[in-house]
């Protein structure tokens, strides 16, 4: 009768033991798997935020870089102007100093 009683002890914990086991097991492949699905939605949001950064940047540096361009095409223009202006006036006075000249000379 004890053998019977042990044998039916240990029948019933090594059954508890495996329905435990089981339970634990399936416990750790749900977390496990909760885990993979937290790390996968973290790395999707790193993912598009860096997307997003880039194209905000690039977005940013082209503007800037327009912006510069047309700084530049005014600033060519207005040296532009002030040189012609210059050289007219330049031309101007190198006309009226040759007509003097030529005068001065026909005088003398």
């Known amino acids: ?30 977390q496990a798997n909760w885990r993979a699905a937290v790390c996968r939605d973290l790395y999707l949001h790193q993912i598009a935020a860096k997307i ?26 207005w040296r532009s102007f002030v040189w012609r202006q210059d050289f007219v006036v330049y031309m101007a006075a190198r006309k009226i100093q040759a ?6 000379c026909r005088d003398l």
Do not use: G, H, L, P
């Not at 009768?1 to 914990?13: F, G, H, P, S």
């Not at 007509?99 to 001065?104: E, F, G, K």
């Open 1 to 30: 009768e004890y053998m019977a009683a042990r044998k039916i002890q240990t029948k019933w914990r090594s059954f508890v033991w495996r329905q435990d086991f089981v339970v634990y097991m399936a416990a750790r492949k749900i």
């Open 52 to 77: 997003i950064q880039t194209k905000w940047r690039s977005y940013a540096y082209r503007k800037e870089y327009v912006e510069y361009m047309a700084a530049r095409k005014i600033q060519t223009k």
């Open 99 to 104: 007509n003097w000249r030529a005068a001065v």
